[in-house]
């Protein structure tokens, strides 16, 4: 069975695909439940305190808006049919998000080597070992 991080993909190389969904429709995005913070010890330690009550349901998301009466319901749905569509799991050899967030976050971290079209769908292994190794062993 296939490994999905949901949080990890949510949000992203330092949080910037939550953001970037945040920034175009105006949505808070919040993630909650068991599995919402990243150091399980910790999560441990805060279940059960004021305002960590969350902790104790199923990992979801929490969508928060302020905005227009006549916009906000739009701009909910919006929010809401990015996450389901970028949240849906996809075979690894099909994810190009996933390959986009890996190589957003190689440019950051600069790493990124450039061999060939960075977003080339069809890549021979022949023609490219090194990225298909490296592309295998992520994750």
Known sequence: ???FNFVGRLLG???NSLKRVEASTDCRILIRGCG???DPTKEEIMRGKPGYEHLNEPLHILLEAEL???IIDARLI???D???DLLTPVDESQDFYKKQQLRELAMLNGTLR???SPMSGSV???QNSLGMKRAKTRG
């Open 68 to 70: 227009p009466v006549e």
């Open 124 to 126: 021979s292994p022949y």
């Open 82 to 84: 990015v996450l389901l």
């Open 114 to 116: 450039e061999e060939g």
């Open 13 to 15: 190389p330092r949080g």
């Open 36 to 38: 919402s913070i990243k």
């Open 1 to 3: 069975m296939m490994q």
């Open 78 to 80: 919006q929010a809401r």
